[in-house]
């Protein structure tokens, strides 16, 4: 409901004569969309500049704030999910609490371990994604050292998290650098379920498919059993309350 709600808006912002009384529908056309707009003072900033320029002028206005939202927007409606629903993380073995407060200076986060908190800082909404990626990259190294500890692994891997656009929660190459990766979404899931899918990537590097000597090697990897919970996450990709593709 909210793509459309936007698409809506943008369509209108489109059109050369839109009239004002349909720029003031479909600005209204969602309540989550102001409230986004109030988080995310640069948007609002040139949503405010095209509406203030006269029709002959806009092009340049419209051509920033549809650039904006190409790059960002998507984001921004994670970003906007994650804290609207007070959700947590799981970071260094510990389960945190999300906050958010807007200052005016760079963004940063802020670790509470005392009372299982992290509270980012940041300018803009979608500035606080750039900080998701660096607890990302922190947790699957951690994650990743205690499978190749445990495992004996010795081999050179690369980690990658993926920023967006990926299909799948994880992948892996066997391409010189080896990598494997994973979506930066994978802090908001059990430690226990981010090991299954690190030790399922590092089972692909040895066996391509799902056989039964792939399911083996994945649960020498794991020490324990895979089981199906498991696995229909892991082959589900069961991460649709995101809205980042």
């Not at 059109?15 to 109030?38: D, F, G, H, Q």
């Not at 704030?65 to 804290?83: M, T």
């Not at 300018?123 to 994604?129: C, G, I, M, T």
């Not at 920023?163 to 992948?171: A, F, P, Q, S, V």
């Amino acid at each position: 409901m909210l793509h459309s709600d936007f698409n809506t808006l943008l369509n209108v912002f489109a059109k050369k004569n839109a009239s004002p009384a349909e720029l003031k529908s479909a600005e209204l056309t969602s309540a989550t969309i102001r409230e986004i707009l109030l988080v995310e003072p640069a948007l609002h900033l040139l949503f405010n500049k095209w509406k203030n320029t006269p029709f002959d002028m806009k092009k340049s206005e419209l051509r920033s704030l549809n650039s904006y939202v190409k790059n960002k927007f998507y984001n921004i409606l994670s970003l906007y999910y994650i804290f609207k629903k007070s959700l947590r993380i799981f970071f260094e073995g510990e389960r945190y609490l999300l906050k958010i407060k807007g200052v005016k200076v760079n963004a940063k986060y802020e670790v509470d371990k005392l009372n299982k908190t992290i509270t980012f800082s940041v300018v803009n909404l979608s500035d606080s994604y750039e900080l998701f990626l660096d607890i990302a990259r922190i947790q699957m190294k951690r994650m990743l050292y205690i499978v190749a500890t445990r495992n004996h692994l010795k081999a050179k891997i690369k980690l990658h998290v993926i920023k967006r656009g990926h299909r799948c929660l994880g992948y892996c190459a066997t391409e010189n650098p080896t990598r494997i990766g994973f979506k930066w979404q994978m802090i908001f899931i059990p430690e226990s379920v981010q090991e299954v899918l690190i030790c399922h990537e590092l089972a692909h590097l040895k066996h391509k498919n799902h056989g039964k000597l792939f399911w083996a090697h994945h649960e020498e990897l794991l020490g324990r059993p895979v089981f199906e919970a498991d696995k229909e996450l892991v082959l589900m990709n069961n991460f649709t309350w995101l809205c980042n593709p």
